[in-house]
């Protein structure tokens, strides 16, 4: 997962629906998108591109490990995007988060450190302050 440099997925090759939630790790490949809710880790398979697509309604309460991310909904949990990381507006992630190259849309909440991939293997955290209104 981690080796070489992949394209997201561009299709869905599977749901898991708005009404559905499971308990348990979920290991795939290819594209998944999530309507519903995880309680459990989120993998791709190792040496397979993998793209997972978080929709706004969306929970995630595990680690999440893929090469490309995009969220709009909520992970509880740490996050590694080997590749890239979208979080969209609505995006609401509680853990530290790992990437290689990171879009965040104003209105998106990252509680942890953010820590980029250098692409040697080497990782270099990012320190934010925020700044207190007076």
């Known amino acids: 997962m981690f080796g070489k440099s992949s ?15 499971i308990e348990g790790n979920v290991f795939f490949s290819g594209g998944l998108r999530v309507d ?9 398979l190792p040496d397979q ?13 595990g680690e999440v490990q893929v090469a490309h991310l995009v969220v709009n ?8 995007a080997a590749e890239t990381l979208e979080l969209q507006a609505s995006s609401r992630v509680k853990g530290d988060v790992h990437y290689k190259s990171i ?3 104003q ?9 980029h991939y250098d692409g040697v293997g080497e990782v270099k955290a990012v320190e934010l302050k925020l700044a207190s209104g007076s």
């Open 103 to 105: 879009e965040m849309q």
């Open 49 to 61: 591109p993998g793209t997972l697509v978080i929709s706004e309604h969306a929970r995630i309460d």
């Open 36 to 44: 519903g809710v995880i309680r459990g880790n989120v993998c791709a």
């Open 107 to 115: 209105g998106s909440v990252v509680e942890g450190r953010l820590v």
């Open 73 to 80: 909904g909520t992970i509880n949990g740490p996050v590694h």
């Open 7 to 21: 394209k997201p997925q561009n299709r869905i090759d599977s749901l898991i629906g708005g009404t559905t939630r």
